[in-house]
């Protein structure tokens, strides 16, 4: 019964390289979630996925960043062109429905180092 | 602008003891929040969560206090247990919404 998995759990980049950060949901859950946290923040929300479609990017910004759930396989976040201020930990959750106050279950995350 | 506050940054205490983690909020279209428990190293965990129809819910050793009219809620772990300690995180959801806005976090130390 595994949890949410994402991979790598660290990366290191150097500036202007690429990142692609892998999330696999809990089974069962159609409904992946990635969130940023900057050192000494809390987690900021980047973007909200269903297989095949992108429902709520809001959070993600507008360059360099991308996010997709294919029908098959886990979901990526890439971040293209890699700058120092992207070094954070990225956390993936899922959940079964993405009803409103639907418990998200998260993943390990993945601590990003840009050189 | 932060919406969800937590204050303290950290917060020792004595194993047996109660610890009270408190979160501020500023939006008053929240109305589902949530607490969350990090170790380092791993993801956050869900922990326990309240309806703004209630002001109090209790698992356990975990109790959440909401007061609306003060914008506020409280996290009660009594007795506290050197296991818990941990990063907590305040969360909050407005109706209608699927994601929280989350707190910067309070470190909790239990010393044994």
Same mark, same amino acid.
């Given at each position: 019964n595994a949890g949410v998995m994402q991979n790598p759990r660290h990366l290191v980049r150097r500036r202007g390289q690429e990142a692609r950060l892998r999330c696999s949901p809990m089974k069962g859950h159609s409904h992946v979630y990635w969130y940023r946290q900057l050192p000494e923040e809390g987690l900021k929300f980047m973007v909200y996925l269903q297989k095949e479609n992108i429902? $709520? %990017?809001? +959070?993600?910004?507008? %360059?360099r960043f991308s996010a997709e759930f294919p029908k098959e396989g886990p979901s990526i976040l890439r971040i293209q062109q @890699? @700058?120092? +201020? $992207?070094?954070a930990a990225y956390f993936c959750a899922s959940s079964p429905t993405g009803q409103t106050q639907e418990t998200q279950y998260f993943g390990p995350g993945t601590r990003l180092l840009v050189l | 602008d932060q919406q969800v506050k937590q204050n303290s940054p950290s917060l020792s205490v004595q194993e047996g003891r109660i610890s009270i983690l408190n979160c501020d909020y500023t939006n008053s279209m929240f109305d589902y929040f949530l607490w969350y428990k990090k170790y380092p190293a791993e993801g956050p965990t869900f922990l326990i969560s309240i309806s703004s129809i209630k002001d109090k819910n209790e698992d356990g050793r975990f109790t959440v206090f909401l007061n609306k009219s003060a914008k506020h809620l409280s996290l009660h772990i009594v007795p506290s247990q050197p296991g818990d300690s941990a990063v907590y995180f305040c969360a909050a959801v407005s109706g209608g919404s699927y994601i929280p806005t989350f707190g910067r976090g309070t470190s909790l130390i239990v010393h044994p």
């Amino acid at each position: 019964n595994a949890g949410v998995m994402q991979n790598p759990r660290h990366l290191v980049r150097r500036r202007g390289q690429e990142a692609r950060l892998r999330c696999s949901p809990m089974k069962g859950h159609s409904h992946v979630y990635w969130y940023r946290q900057l050192p000494e923040e809390g987690l900021k929300f980047m973007v909200y996925l269903q297989k095949e479609n992108i429902i $709520d %990017e809001s +959070g993600m910004p507008k %360059e360099r960043f991308s996010a997709e759930f294919p029908k098959e396989g886990p979901s990526i976040l890439r971040i293209q062109q @890699v @700058v120092r +201020g $992207d070094s954070a930990a990225y956390f993936c959750a899922s959940s079964p429905t993405g009803q409103t106050q639907e418990t998200q279950y998260f993943g390990p995350g993945t601590r990003l180092l840009v050189l | 602008d932060q919406q969800v506050k937590q204050n303290s940054p950290s917060l020792s205490v004595q194993e047996g003891r109660i610890s009270i983690l408190n979160c501020d909020y500023t939006n008053s279209m929240f109305d589902y929040f949530l607490w969350y428990k990090k170790y380092p190293a791993e993801g956050p965990t869900f922990l326990i969560s309240i309806s703004s129809i209630k002001d109090k819910n209790e698992d356990g050793r975990f109790t959440v206090f909401l007061n609306k009219s003060a914008k506020h809620l409280s996290l009660h772990i009594v007795p506290s247990q050197p296991g818990d300690s941990a990063v907590y995180f305040c969360a909050a959801v407005s109706g209608g919404s699927y994601i929280p806005t989350f707190g910067r976090g309070t470190s909790l130390i239990v010393h044994p």
